[in-house]
């Protein structure tokens, strides 16, 4: 086969694969959805505030009720201690805050 | 219309033909641009995913927190003030909550310990996270012995482990009846860690919080909508991680981009001359120089955003996982639900696409437009 | 038949390096014969070549092209003469690609690519299937004995090779109309010999040639039918060999 036709039928493969991802991501979000939101109504009472994605450090673990200060707190511009602090930070309501 | 489309196929069957001369070139450029699209498109579908999962997480937490500070720090909060508060107008609910931080020395790990005040909950008995159950090894039934504040030990029944589908929200969690948080924390009675207020109208809350500074000026109170909008701009593109991987990925698009742009090499020179001296209109030139741009970087885009796919959905995103993580020893598995966000992947597509098209097209343009007979006299 | 009315080609007009590169020819090239231009380098052959195959527009001047042999839709009836010197740039394109066939002194082959692609690539953007013009090709290169070269690069090829490639390229899209500019330049003689032998296979075949040559073994050849030289942008001498 020519090879601009190949490379035609590679590219519309790749086109169908995107497709294809796309629907997955459609068909498995329901199922995934309902069974997320089974999980959240059993732990309902506990009224969580924030999501638990690193927990190396206390102030990481809840940005949404976190002071603003690292943790230590040794000078206004100290340097982070924990790799995630870097990452996340404080929230906005802190950060605007008047 | 047919005619048409045998020029363009043949034309791009010169542009493949170009383009296998410099093997080697041409792959790494692939590579490299592929890499590109391969790590933003990831950040897309990570930040697109967990934001998502974050709004559905957090729906139910409280419409205020109050938190109380002294100095400038966070204190315990008087279990008292839920009297007052709960008076206020437009408040249906009070709750003192009881939860805080363990830490375990055995494995160097930091647990969120949250008293219940379900009726169900009962002394000596615990539930806990997967994350937990995982790193300590255990099954229900088995005990898990927490050293309290006095040094003696406490000893909990594990009742209930968490699915490992709520370890977004739970992966760490201790969950214990109120008598054995205080026991544990030493933590005084009548006292809370903050409490969380219920709203009837929602768009009461910020005249609600504001009263209740008004009540206790050293109370912060944390409103639902800030909480939710954490987790809106911690993923957002000006923030933490996601610009430094944007700036250094961009960064390097530019500069090899520019590397291309800046003009073109003698031979492409003269290749362009001989094509237009052998009947190639200025149109063709272009044409080829084009489908140039465009096998390169839409199959760079391509496989970039499937192989993003793959490595966020199927293998759980372990390039971005790795920095959140940090030192934890507990953590989510970040298996995140799909999502397809159609616009920023556009976005994307025209950031990537038409920039190094347009750098493979330009610095032909002078070169397309001389005139044949210019070949004639080389 | 090519007829050359007034014909000046004048580069850098009004800067003080302007040069005339062909002055006021005034010519007439007749179909299916052989025309050499003679003369020495500079002598303007080159520009006026260029200006005939339809690459550049003449300062001044104009040209009739007529029985062009291609179905261009504002062809009347094939006999009219076409004024090619005004009309637009794709029109123009179009006639040369489908009259012409180019064989350059340099060869302008491309490196790294096949001889068969070199050969093919003047077909490529004439929307011309191309199971058609790959068969054309291929006969092309086994009329003049280099079929078993067809797939290795150029790069790899003999001077005499390269020349026959060079002309096989210039028959793909089947011109009616054949130009060289000096095309024995790199040539040994044996090999100038065999070239003016396909010369006068092609100009059986119906063709009509013009080429630009300072080569005595082109402008002696027996088989040329017309002389014009040239000198200094001007036609100098005009003998007909017959």
Known sequence: MRRSLQFLLFTAFSLALCALLSLHARSVRAAADAELKGQVARLKNLQLTDLCLTTEARYTRHPALADRHAAYQDHPLALEHFPSGSLIMPSPHLRDAQ | MNRSLERHLNILEFTLSSLSRRKAKNLSLLTIYLLVVFILASLVFFVTALKREAGIILQDAPDIVVQRLVAGRQDLVPASYAGEIGAIRGVTAVRPRLWGYYYDGLIGANYTVMASDEATASSD??????????????????????????????????????????????????????????????????????????????????TIAAKIVELFPESRPVLKNEILRTYQSLFDWRGGMTIVILASALLSFIIFAWDKATGLSAEERREIGILKSIGWETGDVLLLKFWEGIVISLTAFLLGVILAYGHVFFLSAPIFTQALKGWSIIYPRFQLIPVVDALQLSVLFFLTVVPYTTATVVPCWRAATTDPDAAMRS | MIELVSISKIFNSGKPNQFTAVNNVSLNIEPQQITILKGPSGSGKTSLLTMIGCMARPTSGRIFLQGVAAALPYQQDGGEAIEITSLPERFLNDIRRATFG????????????????????????????????????????????IGRHAGKRVDDLSGGELQRVAIARALINNPSIIIADEPTAHLDSKLSHEFMEIVARLKGEGRTILIASHDPIVYDAPLIDRLVEMRDGAVVEEGSTQ
């Open chain 2, 125 to 206: 008995r615990a539930t806990i996270g997967s994350g937990i159950a995982k790193a300590r090894n255990l099954a229900v039934g088995d005990l898990l012995p927490l050293i309290t504040y006095q040094k003696a030990p406490l000893m909990l029944e594990i009742s209930t482990i968490l699915p490992a589908g709520s370890d977004l929200m739970a992966a760490d969690l201790i969950v214990v009846a109120p008598g054995d948080f205080r026991t544990l924390f030493n933590f005084p009675v009548g006292q809370a860690t903050d409490l969380a207020i219920s709203v009837r109208n929602p768009k009461e809350i910020g």
């Open chain 3, 102 to 145: 180019f064989i350059f002194q340099q060869f302008n082959l491309i490196k790294g690519i096949s001889v068969l692609e070199n050969v093919m690539l003047p077909a490529y953007p004439t929307g011309e299937r191309r199971v058609d013009f790959r068969a054309r090709a291929e006969e092309l290169l086994e009329l003049f004995n």
